[in-house]
């Protein structure tokens, strides 16, 4: 079991890792909380493998509880999705002195967040992620929001820190094969930006971790949030070093927004992300040929994609790179590998030539 303290500038989170004892977690958590209720809030598919262990968890620390359902994936994090969780907790009589529990994937963790961080002005949360990308990534930060129809991925939303992280690494065990897989494009992310050791750790327990070995998932979920927390709680809004953290987002979220929903996953578009900077690293940021390599064959141990998915319409995803909320007066802001272990954050790279090489890379992969 780990349990460690991240300081952001707006206050510290606390954050528990421990194999097989989310309920034990979820009820110490309860017992020791101000908060007199708490408002669950699952998607569908994981309120019936998880709501009502966290039910009977927080009642046997005699604290109210609610379970809000919201229906699952990308397209129901919007903000209808927002208003059937506000309508939940209204019909729950949840006050400001309760608390927010998300339990789920990054989709409920970013819902979830959103609303209690604006319901009443804001009430406390708890993110409790049961999905191997959030558990390694998305719980950690405290960025939230929705998709917009118009503008794309996460135009709508604010930071704002959870009280509290609670991973019971288990809990992805009973995750589909390829949602489960697709995790590891954000672990191997963490290791090309800023720990080498971690990459080559990554690489040589690849079997083990694909297979789903509890303590090598333990253990690399707990070295991606250290890494990442060292990053963001030095750049809590994003205005510098965090940024390194977007490595494969720019043109993933290209491919997620040209690409029917559920036809490329999240985790999947960063692999295919991470790829392309890879090239672009070789060409602009000196990352060696032989790095750019591992880097793909890393990706490929766990069935990642390392070339322009089928399903993505390069057009589309070239008008989304446009749109990215990321660029400012015709530059992009990107992120390049250097090396394995360390990576470069190019705040002036052309609009237009990166757009030129999306659509290059997405007829030759």
Same mark, same amino acid.
Request: aromatic letters at 6%.
């Given at each position: 079991?780990?349990?460690?303290?991240?300081?952001?500038?707006?206050?510290?989170?606390?954050?528990?890792? /421990?194999? !097989?004892?989310?309920?034990?977690?979820?009820?110490?958590?309860?017992?020791?909380?101000?908060?007199?209720?708490?408002?669950?809030?699952?998607?569908?598919? @994981?309120?019936?493998?998880?709501? $009502? $262990?966290? %039910?009977? &968890?927080? !009642?046997?620390?005699?604290?109210?509880? &609610?379970?809000?359902?919201?229906?699952?994936?990308?397209?129901?994090?919007?903000?209808?999705?927002?208003?059937?969780?506000?309508?939940?907790?209204?019909?729950?009589?949840?006050?400001?002195?309760?608390?927010?529990?998300?339990?789920?994937?990054?989709?409920?963790?970013? *819902?979830?967040?959103? /609303?209690?961080?604006?319901?009443? =002005?804001?009430?406390?949360?708890?993110?409790?992620?049961?999905?191997?990308?959030?558990?390694?990534?998305?719980?950690?930060?405290?960025?939230?929001?929705?998709?917009?129809?118009? /503008?794309?991925?996460?135009?709508?939303?604010?930071?704002?820190?959870?009280?509290? @992280?609670?991973?019971?690494?288990?809990?992805?065990?009973?995750?589909? =094969?390829?949602?489960?897989?697709?995790?590891?494009?954000?672990?191997?992310?963490?290791?090309?930006?800023?720990?080498?050791?971690?990459?080559?750790? #990554?690489? $040589?327990?690849?079997?083990?971790? +694909?297979?789903?070995?509890?303590?090598?998932?333990?253990?690399?979920?707990? =070295?991606?949030?250290? %890494?990442?927390?060292? %990053?963001?709680?030095?750049?809590?809004?994003?205005?510098?070093?965090?940024?390194?953290?977007?490595?494969?987002?720019?043109?993933?979220?290209? #491919?997620?927004?040209?690409?029917?929903?559920?036809?490329?996953?999240?985790?999947?578009?960063?692999?295919?992300?991470?790829?392309?900077?890879? #090239? *672009?690293?070789?060409?602009? &940021?000196?990352?060696? &040929?032989?790095?750019?390599?591992?880097?793909?064959?890393?990706?490929?141990?766990?069935?990642?994609?390392?070339?322009?998915?089928?399903?993505?319409?390069?057009?589309?995803?070239?008008?989304?790179? +446009?749109?990215?909320?990321?660029?400012?007066?015709?530059? /992009?802001?990107? @992120?390049?590998?250097?090396?394995? !272990?360390?990576?470069?954050?190019?705040?002036?790279?052309? *609009?237009?030539?990166? #757009?030129?090489?999306?659509?290059?890379?997405?007829?030759? !992969?």
């Amino acid at each position: 079991m780990a349990e460690f303290e991240i300081q952001f500038e707006s206050g510290a989170v606390q954050v528990e890792i /421990a194999p !097989g004892k989310l309920d034990a977690m979820l009820g110490r958590h309860a017992s020791c909380s101000e908060a007199h209720g708490f408002a669950i809030i699952a998607d569908e598919n @994981v309120a019936k493998l998880f709501g $009502r $262990r966290c %039910i009977e &968890a927080i !009642g046997g620390a005699s604290k109210k509880s &609610a379970l809000i359902k919201h229906a699952p994936g990308e397209p129901a994090k919007n903000l209808k999705t927002v208003d059937c969780i506000y309508r939940g907790m209204f019909k729950a009589s949840a006050d400001r002195s309760w608390e927010a529990i998300a339990i789920g994937g990054g989709v409920t963790g970013d *819902l979830a967040g959103f /609303a209690a961080s604006t319901y009443m =002005r804001g009430i406390p949360y708890v993110q409790v992620p049961t999905t191997l990308l959030a558990q390694a990534d998305s719980c950690i930060g405290g960025k939230v929001g929705v998709n917009h129809p118009k /503008a794309g991925k996460n135009m709508i939303g604010l930071f704002s820190q959870p009280v509290k @992280v609670i991973i019971d690494p288990a809990t992805v065990l009973s995750m589909p =094969r390829r949602e489960f897989l697709s995790g590891f494009a954000e672990i191997i992310k963490h290791g090309i930006i800023m720990d080498g050791d971690f990459f080559s750790e #990554i690489e $040589r327990r690849a079997k083990g971790l +694909a297979s789903g070995n509890v303590e090598y998932l333990a253990s690399a979920v707990e =070295r991606s949030v250290r %890494i990442k927390a060292g %990053i963001a709680a030095g750049d809590e809004m994003e205005r510098g070093k965090r940024a390194l953290l977007n490595l494969g987002h720019t043109i993933g979220h290209a #491919i997620e927004a040209s690409s029917p929903p559920g036809a490329v996953l999240h985790g999947e578009a960063v692999s295919v992300g991470i790829c392309a900077a890879a #090239i *672009l690293g070789r060409k602009y &940021a000196g990352l060696d &040929a032989a790095d750019m390599k591992r880097i793909g064959k890393a990706l490929g141990k766990f069935s990642l994609p390392v070339s322009w998915p089928r399903a993505a319409d390069p057009a589309r995803a070239a008008a989304a790179i +446009a749109r990215d909320k990321k660029f400012r007066h015709g530059k /992009a802001r990107i @992120v390049l590998p250097e090396c394995i !272990g360390r990576a470069r954050i190019v705040e002036d790279f052309p *609009l237009q030539e990166l #757009i030129g090489f999306v659509r290059d890379f997405s007829v030759s !992969g």
